[in-house]
């Protein structure tokens, strides 16, 4: 791994694969490290946040380390204070630091001015830590990492970060989304470009049905994300026929796995009998943020320390 972890484009196969691997020991209780004994790690959160900030605390502490919980409140990244002032002023103070931020450009902006480790916890064009969480989570379920998804909704941050690594790992992704709410364009181009190497398909398709037909997991995230308030009613009529419901499912294989990041808005993308049905591996995924993180600050870490 490198520095900093922003992207799932960070990770070699060979990389994505052995945190996998280790971020399972971590959940099985097999690694006993405290690599942040001593060190303090800065939590900046531009956007509010339950699993991220809750599970990023938790390793923090877990791994011998204290965390400094900074809100937009707080610093006010790019108004009170230019980010570079804030990320070289950190540097001094703070060992690692963990940013939720709404534009991808701050994360790289941090990278640029600090020889300490910046996780990305969030950002309007990745979100790659949850996607490791995911991961683990469906190759305890499937036993695979070659994973045969059908991501249903807006190709948004967490849709580029599944395609990513499901590219990187040769397995299939298949998107059904409206014209005009594709995932990211270079993001899409990155990933076919990977699936040329790894024998991976990446598919861009319009029906919902068609793309659950084959498909061992589903996944599925909100129509309208934090910062797109102002779509939200535009973006329930473009959406209204790509919702996860009982009979989107029954066209699935009987064995599929329902997915979503959370927080979810019940009667919206994901129907409360799906959500909180026997599909449904949401829990897990929450769960796993917190071992897959850990395994992320314990690589980032050792090798800066």
């Known amino acids: 791994m490198k520095k900093d972890f922003l992207s799932i484009l960070d990770l070699t196969q060979e990389e994505a694969l052995e945190l996998l691997d280790f971020s399972l020991k971590v959940k099985k209780g097999k690694v006993n490290d ?52 804030v990320s070289r002023n950190l540097e001094k103070w703070v060992d690692g630091i963990v940013a939720r931020v709404f534009s991808h450009a701050t994360l790289i902006e941090m990278s640029k001015n600090v ?98 037909i084959d498909a061992d997991f589903i996944y599925t995230d909100v129509w309208a994300s934090m910062g797109q308030e102002e779509e939200a009613e535009k973006r329930r009529q473009v959406f209204k026929t790509y919702k996860v419901d009982s009979a989107l499912l029954k066209l699935a294989p009987s064995h599929v796995g329902v997915l979503h990041c959370l ?11 799906v959500l909180d049905g026997p599909h449904s591996i949401v829990l897990d995924q929450a769960e796993n943020r917190l071992h897959s993180e850990k395994a992320i600050i314990i690589k980032l870490f050792r090798r800066m320390y």
Not at 189 to 206: D, H, V, Y
Not at 263 to 273: K, L, Y
């Open 263 to 273: 927080p979810a808005h019940r009667g919206e993308e994901i129907t409360d009998e």
């Open 34 to 85: 405290r690599v942040l004994e001593g060190k303090v790690v800065a939590l900046i959160f531009e956007k509010p946040s339950l699993r991220t900030r809750v599970t990023f605390e938790r390793a923090v502490y877990d791994l011998g380390g204290k965390p400094i919980y900074l809100s937009n409140n707080d610093i006010k990244l790019g108004q009170r204070e230019s980010v570079r002032d």
């Open 115 to 212: 020889k300490i480790p910046v996780i990305n916890a969030l950002s309007d064009l990745e979100h790659p830590c949850q996607i490791v969480g995911d991961f683990l989570t469906m190759m305890e379920k499937s036993g695979k990492t070659k994973i045969n998804l059908a991501f249903i909704g807006d190709g948004n941050n967490v849709a580029n970060s599944i395609m990513l690594m499901t590219a990187l790992l040769g397995g299939k992704f298949t998107i059904a989304c409206p014209e005009g709410y594709e995932p990211e364009k270079n993001l899409y181009l990155a990933a076919q470009e990977l699936a040329e190497k790894t024998g991976a398909q990446i598919k861009i398709i319009r029906d919902p049905k068609e793309a659950v």
